[in-house]
């Protein structure tokens, strides 16, 4: 699973061939891990997991009321807008994920992770630096400044996956069971993965990565008890954040270096995040439609700059606005519980293993990247992997009253996975498995298929396929947009217009939308005229818009 949700592309079948087919991975997989995980509760849920059963099922009914109460398109909600797909299905999907992480926690579970975590950041690094040569194999549409943005579509994110990467490989390096030359090779990857953010152009790879590794070397010094070393290391930490929060804020000595540019934006969407869910504070304005809602929020000076975003860049304000409070609290319990597990795991008696200092210090680099970016799914699902991996963890190694403790555990699994080997598969298990797969395909393929077939009606040049294509459901708001556009550009006036009208029925609060009509109307019209009170609505500071 995860290496189909960060690595899979589909070029040439589907219009979005990035973060569909990692949904369609990620939503399936989950389904059929939810028929497991159903099969197998009363054998591995203890009173010990209540409060993550707890938290899990909240965040999926309360996405499931989102779903229902927002009032806007069902399937937007449901899927996410195209290009970023995290709706309803995809988070419901993640807590799964998650859960299962927290149901498997081991140190061989762990360790599997680890495994593939280098194997897919490995890849990705070379792919990297095939894109930055100019090898790359797939004719994307690239609107970023940096080429190297291997399997995510954005250079943001390969920074970030390559900062993590150098997290765990420093870890490695501090692994004093490690053979030198594999700790060698461990700091060679060091120096690779942070050539790899230097080749994206994007800071969050250093970021993730100054902030997870010194977060793995302040853990290790509290479980081995060097107090003062520890208490300095905290106090560095603090400053650190505290000086990189005030540079958010425009104050600082960071201030010059961290506040310009795209941080000055972040600082602007987090704000208008926040007075969205003030407006919505029970249920948002559903999912992945912070685009539909920066506008109407924008102040003069704001619409001088023309600043628009489809997302508030920090995954906590964008659950926030999209969900409102009730939503954002469950979403950060997940946070509440990671954090306690990782106290309660570094106060105990024995030493934990080098894995798991490695473990935390990727959630930290997660966690710092998910404060000052979008959540992309072939990145976010690492972030809930980590977070299930932790609290699983410190509940399935506890020692005392009956418990195991972490060597019982690991030898338990061993001789449970030797077991299993000899035995045959429960046919049980297999129906159950078999039938939460093909409901997460239901669920997830209706778009994928219709993105399919979008793709295909372009390759007729056929205008009345193309404008057909448009309608095809689950309704895609882009399709809209670029088959108006197409038609328009090839002489299709009215077609053009029809699709737009179409469009605002169903995304009544897409400014692009009716920007389309506005502009395609004939000049005094009342179709004109509807559209520029509309546009003023949904833009009120905007000169071009104001009413007479």
């Not at 009606?457 to 448009?470: L, N, W």
């Amino acid at each position: 699973m995860l290496y189909g949700t960060t690595l899979l592309v589909l070029p040439y079948t589907v219009s979005d061939p990035i973060n569909l087919p990692k949904m369609v991975v990620l939503v399936g997989i989950a389904g059929a891990l939810a028929g497991l995980l159903l099969f197998t509760a009363k054998g591995l849920i203890t009173k010990s997991h209540k409060s993550i059963l707890i938290s899990s099922t909240l965040f999926i009914i309360y996405l499931l009321i989102v779903l229902g109460r927002s009032g806007v398109a069902f399937s937007e909600n449901l899927y996410g807008t195209a290009g970023r797909n995290t709706g309803v299905a995809t988070y419901a999907a993640f807590t799964v994920v998650a859960l299962a992480c927290v149901l498997s926690a081991s140190e061989m579970f762990i360790r599997k992770v680890f495994a593939s975590f280098l194997l897919i950041g490995i890849f990705l690094l070379v792919y990297g630096i095939f894109q930055y040569l100019g090898f790359e194999p797939f004719p994307y549409i690239n609107t970023y400044e940096s080429n190297v943005f291997g399997t995510f579509g954005n250079p943001n994110f390969q920074s970030s996956f390559m900062g993590m990467l150098a997290v765990l490989a420093a870890a490695f390096t501090l692994k004093n069971s490690l053979k030198i030359p594999l700790r060698i090779a461990a700091l060679v990857l060091v120096v690779g993965s942070l050539v790899g953010v230097y080749l994206t152009n994007s800071i969050q790879g250093f970021f993730n990565f100054a902030l997870g590794f010194s977060f793995i070397v302040f853990f290790y010094l509290i479980s081995t008890k060097r107090k003062i070393i520890a208490r300095i290391m905290g106090i560095l930490l603090l400053l650190g954040t505290l000086s990189i929060v005030a540079a958010f804020l425009n104050i600082g000595p960071l201030a010059e270096i961290l506040y310009k540019g795209s941080m000055s934006a972040r600082v602007y969407y987090w704000k208008t995040a926040i007075k969205i869910a003030l407006d919505h504070p029970f249920f948002g304005v559903g999912m992945d439609q912070y685009v539909d809602w920066l506008r109407v929020y924008r102040t003069p000076e704001q619409v001088a700059t023309n600043l628009t975003a489809d997302s508030a860049h920090n995954i906590y304000l964008d659950v926030l606005s999209s969900g409102g409070f009730p939503l954002f609290l469950l979403f950060c319990s997940f946070t509440a519980l990671t954090i306690i597990s990782i106290i309660r795991v570094s106060k105990r008696d024995e030493l934990p293993s080098a894995n798991y200092f490695a473990l935390v210090g990727l959630w930290v680099a997660y966690q710092a990247q998910s404060l000052i970016s979008i959540s992309q799914i072939g990145v976010a699902v690492w972030g809930w992997v980590f977070s299930g991996l932790l609290i699983g963890y410190e509940i399935n190694t506890r020692g005392g009253g009956g418990k195991e403790t972490n060597k019982e555990l690991f030898s338990k699994t061993k001789t449970k996975k030797t077991q299993e080997k000899r035995s045959p598969i429960h046919p049980k298990l297999v129906v159950v498995t078999s039938a939460g797969l093909a409901l997460g395909l239901a669920v997830v393929l209706p778009p994928y298929l219709s993105a399919q077939h979008y793709y295909n009606a372009f390759k007729t040049s056929d205008a009345r396929v193309i404008k057909e294509a448009a309608f095809l459901k689950p309704y895609n708001r882009n399709s809209f947009m670029q088959v108006a556009g197409i038609l328009r550009s090839n002489k299709f006036d009215k077609d053009a217009l029809d699709v737009a009208k179409e469009a605002i029925i169903r995304f009544p609060n897409s400014f692009a939308m009716w920007k389309l009509v506005a502009d395609y109307s004939a000049v005094g019209s009342q179709d004109q005229v509807d559209a520029i009170q509309r546009l003023h609505e949904l833009d009120p500071n905007n000169p071009a818009y104001s009413q007479p």
